[in-house]
């Protein structure tokens, strides 16, 4: 009764470090690995080393650490001298090169990773894909995210912080990075579809610029396989307070949305190759040059739909439909778009069953302390006359392979088997009670 009263208080001691005091340890660790960012920083850029942070490369020439606290809301701010950075796509091919006499980076810490968004003054912007150059006073490319592989996910969260993870898996860092990216595409869709719907209904369609009084009319044409074909040449024209200015004819061009920031308004960028353009100012028409790329466009179009509340799962029905579609969509947008799904799809699909993983384990864990405290007084009992090393190795035995048995269990559970997994992780505890009840038996007989 003694062993059985203390193993009862051991187990509740167990199930509180597990589901409570570990965690927060590891959320501590976690804070510890984030405040080395501006360490790795520091001797990175000391070190006159390329800073390589989800696809951008930064190379600095000194860095000052500021006293005071940004007014951004950001955590920390480093400001950087003499800046170069190289911003590459997912297929690693450099899509811009920034130069910058200065540049800021604002560090915020958040649960699951570290967010750096960088603001280049006094910028130099050049983009390979088409040749441009261009000045602007400030230039601040997209945010990149130090995920911390150390620490990150459910293993700093508690237990009602992991079943209110499994309840709305919405608020879950990954996850709701996941469903912006998707957000983000079905946004795109949504004025693709419009910028098709106007083209189909007034054969012309008419952009805005957004950083000069200019707008861009393109007319003789129709949307197939995702892109504008002439019928058989369209005409562009570019005007300027409402002059037209420059006229082009093209026998195909190619409209393609920026990316997307939710909640701000969408730019577009149109891309057109003419040989057969002509300055329309002046008292003839002289040729010209029409621009390769024109960017900073924007188009009235209101078909956008707030999807911040839609769950996971139509979120995920209405991506499938557009993909089984077959409508004509830019292939490099249903190519993204694809890649974003499947990366929602696994996030929901890993968040849930790593939840489960880690109450399986834990509750598991809870149980081995009164188990093993049982098992060894039993044995110590039931070979009373050996040697306490002995007894230590018969308990220490069957307690390895109930850890071993744990883990297993918990692995399969985080790769897809939930049932077998659990079954697994507590068949170790069961091994050690079988063990105790056969000890116990034969010393009832004796």
């Known amino acids: 009764m003694p062993a059985a009263c203390l193993g009862l208080l051991l187990t509740i001691i167990m199930f509180v470090l597990v589901n409570f005091v570990i965690p927060r340890f590891w959320g501590v660790l976690q804070e510890m690995v984030a405040r080395d960012v501006t360490r790795i920083f520091t001797s990175t850029i000391d070190n006159g080393e390329a800073l390589a942070i989800d696809g951008t490369q930064l190379f600095a020439d000194d860095i000052i650490i500021p006293d005071e606290a940004p007014g951004t809301g950001a955590d920390e701010r480093l400001v950087l001298l003499g800046v170069a950075a190289l911003e590459s796509d997912g297929d690693g091919i450099v ?7 200065y540049a800021t980076v604002d560090i915020y810490h958040r649960r699951e990773d570290v967010l750096l968004k960088l603001a280049l003054v006094d910028a130099t912007i050049y983009r390979p894909e088409d040749g441009s150059m261009i000045f602007v006073p400030q230039a601040i490319p997209r945010a990149v995210s130090l995920r911390k592989d150390l620490t990150s996910g459910p293993k700093t969260r508690d237990l009602l912080e992991l079943l209110e993870i499994r309840r709305n898996p919405n608020e879950y860092e990954l996850v709701a990075r996941a ?80 990316p997307v920031v939710l909640g701000s ?23 010209t040059r029409w621009p390769a790329r024109i960017r900073s466009l924007t188009h009235p179009c209101n078909a956008r739909q707030d999807r911040s509340g839609t769950s996971n799962e139509d979120l995920i029905r209405e991506s499938r439909t557009i993909l089984a579609a077959e409508a004509s969509y830019p292939e490099p947008l249903v190519r993204q778009f694809s890649r974003d799904l499947r990366m929602l799809e696994l996030e929901v699909r890993n968040i849930g069953l790593e939840v489960i993983a ?21 044995l110590a009992v039931r070979y009373r006359s050996a040697m306490p090393l002995t007894v230590y190795l018969l308990a220490f035995l069957p307690s390895v392979i109930d850890l071993l048995m744990i883990s297993g269990g918990e692995q399969m559970v985080k790769y897809g088997d939930p049932v077998p997994g659990t079954i697994l992780a507590f068949s ?19």
């Open 95 to 101: 899509r811009s090169e920034f130069t910058a006499r």
């Open 179 to 258: 469903r912006e990216d998707v957000r983000k595409r079905l946004q795109m869709f949504d004025l693709w579809t419009c910028l098709e719907s106007e083209i189909t209904d007034r054969n012309q369609i008419l952009f805005d610029s957004t950083y000069k009084r200019e707008r861009i009319e393109l007319s003789g044409l129709e949307v197939r396989d995702g892109k504008l074909l002439g019928t058989p040449e369209m005409t562009l024209l570019q005007f300027e307070d409402e002059e037209a200015i420059r006229r082009a004819s093209a026998e195909s061009a190619t409209i393609e949305i920026d």
């Open 265 to 287: 308004p969408v730019t577009f960028t149109l891309a057109a190759r003419s040989d057969d353009a002509v300055d329309l100012r002046g008292s003839g028409e002289l040729e």
């Open 358 to 378: 880690r109450i399986v384990h834990r509750s598991a864990q809870s149980m081995t302390g009164f188990l093993l405290l049982m098992l060894g007084a039993v």
């Open 428 to 446: 170790g505890n069961l091994l050690l009670l079988i063990v105790i009840v056969g000890v116990g038996w034969r010393l009832s007989r004796n």
